[in-house]
């Protein structure tokens, strides 16, 4: 089975400052069928359900702000907020859903 | 409004059953795959089952193989599982995703329901 590893499992930034998670998973997450990386990210903030952010690696799901922003491909993903906002306190999560559904552990970001 | 409302949690005994509803509204249910994630308290998202729009395929983790179930009726917009055979390891809130149409991520979720396995 695929893992999916992000790191940190926490970080602390300051407002208005760049946060950055990876997810890293065990085999390629590209489908040869299309040639897209299937890789989401969600956000899921305290007694809330997740909320898609980014899907396609780096395609920003309608009504996300920009500041959130992903990349990558293959094996190795990130997921940028440019400028933290307070309101973005939450735990983050990848998912492969190429073939079998697979999350991350979760980062959780905090004000420093 | 596009909708999804999970019921059918609770407390239940080890070794016992429980059917968990996810009730469809404001879009076309029968046009999309529909999933089970679970997150234990304190923990992280895990896939537990997933059903075709016509409900012919489904996929279960392994970890539910045999004890759980996902069913759907399109007549009445509505998602199931069945669980059985529950430990306290299966504690969790439930919470029902349909999947995107453009590919297999989830793109609206329900609220989530408590199951609670303890005697």
């Known amino acids: 089975d695929i893992v999916m590893t992000q790191s940190p499992d926490s970080l602390a930034v300051s407002l208005g400052e760049r946060a950055t998670i990876n997810c890293k998973s065990s085999?390629?997450?590209?489908?040869?069928?299309?040639?897209?990386?299937?890789l989401a990210w969600y956000q899921q903030k305290p007694g809330q359900p997740p909320k898609l952010l980014i899907y396609?690696?780096?395609t920003r799901e309608s009504g996300v702000p920009d500041r959130f922003s992903g990349n990558g491909s293959g094996t190795d993903f990130t997921l940028t907020i440019s400028s933290l906002q307070a309101e973005d306190v939450a735990v983050y999560y990848c998912?492969?859903?190429?073939?079998?559904?697979?999350f991350g552990q979760g980062t959780k970001v905090e004000i420093k | 409004e596009v909708q999804l409302v999970e019921s059918g949690g609770g407390l239940v005994q080890p070794g016992g059953s429980l059917r968990l509803s996810c009730a469809a509204s404001?879009?076309?249910?029968?046009?999309?795959?529909m999933t089970w994630v679970r997150q234990a308290p304190g923990k992280g998202l895990k896939w537990v089952a997933n059903?075709?729009?016509?409900?012919?395929?489904?996929y279960h983790v392994d970890s539910v193989k045999g004890r759980f179930t996902i069913s759907r009726d399109n007549a009445n917009n509505s998602l199931f599982l069945q669980m059985s055979s529950l430990t306290a390891e299966d504690t969790a809130v439930y919470y029902c995703?349909?999947?995107?149409?453009?590919?297999?991520?989830?793109?609206?979720w329900g609220q989530g329901t408590l199951v609670t396995v303890s005697s």
């Open positions: 085999q390629s997450v590209l489908s040869s069928s299309n040639n897209k990386d299937h």
């Open positions: 396609w690696a780096s």
């Open positions: 995703a349909r999947e995107s149409t453009v590919a297999g991520f989830f793109d609206v």
């Open positions: 998912l492969k859903y190429y073939g079998s559904k697979t």
């Open positions: 059903i075709k729009q016509d409900g012919s395929v489904k």
């Open positions: 404001g879009f076309t249910f029968s046009s999309h795959w």
